[in-house]
């Protein structure tokens, strides 16, 4: 899950060139006035460093990885800021698979070139089981990735549609042959994700239409095609109805990526839960009005704030005056899955209910 950055190297060619000045010698002309010197260019100021991992004043010179561990819970035990896990993660060449972390695993801080870096101790033991997963457990994700969603307006209504079934029922499920409309390229065998719209997201403070979130309703394969084809649902996760599209699968979403900050500054909202009606917390989903445009990508980690509500101060103002209590951050959320204009996060931490409006800023 780790990769070698490679670093580009600028080469610079100088060339000197040397001008031999003569000098004349004339006693009766005036010397020439000395030109007036170049200004001298302001200093540049140097770049900041970027920052860099800072281990937690409590982190062991040892840990001994137990079963249940995560790599989230790992990076928690030995750094105030677990995204820079994969900063201090060092392989140890003598370990088979080393980037895999298994329970009984012993892990020592070790210091390269005075920075902190964390490795696997060699230790003669059998392994017989694999720590759950990189950093959350995976059932928790796994029911998200292929299902979340967003799709410009056109392509969702230029998508085929279940027309009706064989006979009049509205409601349909597992087993059911449909008839579809408007596929004509659709072939015996071709597999669908069935949808519904939800909603167009819209970015709260622009206005900007950022694509219509749809709802997962289930899977269909084609039994025959032509201008009204025959599928049978195959996978159903709600009772399909008419008028659902149907739209290909896209590429797989890549499940092995880095844990990482987002862009400096960058600052988004809760614009949707993702099957939920009012609030969430750990291990559930929503959408974030930053996408792909603005630098975000699967892996980063968003801190989620709260705003302060309103209070009466009982003392000021005879205890009519009104202040405004601060914001709190609330919880974590990673992305997982990244459109151009909006990105679907888990929550993997959480200490109050979730709601859309929620901010999300760099942690």
Not at 66 to 95: C, H, K, M
Not at 225 to 244: F, K, M, P, Q
Not at 279 to 300: C, F, K, L, P
Not at 301 to 309: D, K, P, T
Request: glycine share 6%.
């Amino acid at each position: 899950m780790f990769y070698a950055r490679a670093a580009a190297r600028v080469r610079q060619t100088a060339v000197v060139v040397l001008l031999a000045l003569g000098l004349v010698a004339c006693a009766t002309a005036p010397e020439p006035a000395a030109p007036e010197p170049d200004p001298v260019p302001e200093p540049m100021a140097a770049p900041e460093p970027a920052p860099e991992p800072v281990l937690r004043p409590t982190a062991p010179e040892q840990y001994v990885v137990q079963e249940g561990d995560t790599l989230w819970s790992i990076a928690n035990v030995f750094l105030r800021d677990p995204w820079y896990w994969s900063e201090i993660w060092l392989v140890n060449p003598q370990v088979r698979n080393p980037h895999v972390i298994y329970p009984g695993d012993v892990l020592s801080i070790h210091f390269v070139d005075d920075r902190p870096r964390v490795m696997v101790d060699l230790a003669p033991r059998i392994r017989i089981e694999e720590l759950e997963d990189e950093a959350f457990p995976i059932a928790a994700l796994q029911p998200f990735m292929f299902r979340a969603r967003v799709v410009d307006e056109e392509t969702l209504e230029q998508a085929p549609y279940i027309v009706a079934a064989r006979d009049e029922r509205v409601l349909f499920g597992p087993g059911d042959e449909v008839y579809v409309r408007n596929a004509p390229d659709a072939e015996q065998y071709d597999l669908y994700q069935l949808v519904r719209r939800d909603r167009m997201l819209v970015d709260p403070v622009t206005r900007e239409e950022l694509g219509v979130a749809t709802i997962p309703v289930g899977e269909a394969e084609v039994l025959r095609g032509g201008e009204i084809a025959t599928a049978l649902i195959s996978v159903g996760e709600r009772e399909a109805l008419r008028g659902d599209r149907l739209i290909g699968f896209d590429e797989d979403p890549d499940l092995l990526f880095d844990i990482s900050n987002p862009p400096p500054g960058l600052e988004g909202e809760v614009i949707l839960l993702f099957d939920a009606i009012s609030q969430i917390g750990t291990y559930q989903a929503a959408v974030i009005n930053r996408g792909e445009r603005e630098g975000v990508h699967d892996g980063q980690v968003f801190a989620v704030w709260e705003a302060g509500r309103t209070a009466a101060d009982p003392v000021a103002g005879r205890g009519n005056e009104v202040v405004q209590l601060p914001e709190e951050e609330v919880g974590m959320l990673m992305v997982f899955r990244t459109f151009e204009k909006v990105a679907y996060g888990l929550v993997i931490e959480s200490t109050r209910p979730i709601r859309e409006g929620f901010k999300t800023r760099h942690p």
